[in-house]
């Protein structure tokens, strides 16, 4: 099966579309503002960019760790520089809709042994960790912003509603059950799957397990924020590290409720009304937000594409 989802026509229409869409992101951005993107990134440099492009690194690690830690409690222990390759090449496909490509990490692992419903488990528990941080960072910062209250509020309340119904699993079992005896053949198995992703995960939101999950989440957007406020910094801007965070943690969780590629455009709007909000110039915030999204999310998708690449001269040589 590996070998026919990603490989020959369909790899190459794939990166076809990847490169396409980076590069209309990247005309879109310098056409609302050229001049300002590129005097940004001169402001900041070559010792500044590579800065923020470590800290995206740390990210990666860090959620890279947690990620093993996720396979390990799930019975698979994949040897650590082939699983690295897999879990980068899935931000090749961060560009899908819904989070949906960096699914593809699942057909990797299936050929070392990982099953379907045990991989899209841990891909669950790593968002839903990346969600429950984040929510805590935008917590940080909420002071500057009170109109976000009722976003975090009815998403923290979700999450524990979510947490909650992880734990039940005699209540799972008994819905598994009844959606393959009522629902046609169909959509009863695809019902049973889904509980069985759910059922897997609470392995990996046992309580030890979801604290140090948070931490490590805490850890590794933390570092895209302070990228964030660095860049800012070397612009000239006054944003305490406080807000900052909270301007990034905040535009990053609008970009993943929007369900849109990347979070494009949800994110980039809300972190531009945010700047100027805190008293930064337009063309600033502009430049500012197409800055941290090249070193975040480009920069994770170009990593991806080489990894991916790698995947596809594998499948060749297989």
Known sequence: MTGTVLSGWRFRALLLVILLSAAGYLAFSLWGGWHEVVAAIVRVGFVGTAIALLLSLVNYGVRFVRWQKFLALLGHRVYAPESLRIYIAGFGLTILPGKAGEAIRSVFLKKHGVPYPESLAAFFSEHLSNL????????????????????????????????????????????????QRRLPARLGNLAGHAVDVVLHSRHCFSLPMLLYGIALGLVAWGAEGLAFYYIMHWLGSDLSLQ?????????????????????????????????????????????????????????AVALGVMALSMSERRLKKG
Do not use: D, H
């Not at 531009?272 to 090249?294: E, F, G």
């Open 132 to 179: 429950i941080s984040m929510l805590m960072l935008v917590a940080i910062g909420m002071a500057i912003y009170p109109k976000a209250l009722p976003v975090v509020l009815i998403l923290a309340v979700l999450i524990v509603v979510i947490l909650v119904v992880l734990q039940q699993a005699k209540w799972l079992e008994v819905l598994k059950s009844f959606a």
């Open 243 to 299: 807000v900052a965070l909270f301007i990034y943690a905040f535009s990053m969780l609008i970009g993943a409720l929007s369900f849109l590629p990347g979070g494009l455009g949800g994110a980039e709007a809300t972190m531009v009304a945010l700047l100027m909000l805190n008293s930064v110039a337009q063309p600033q915030a502009v430049a500012a937000t197409v800055l941290i999204r090249l070193v975040t999310l480009w920069f």
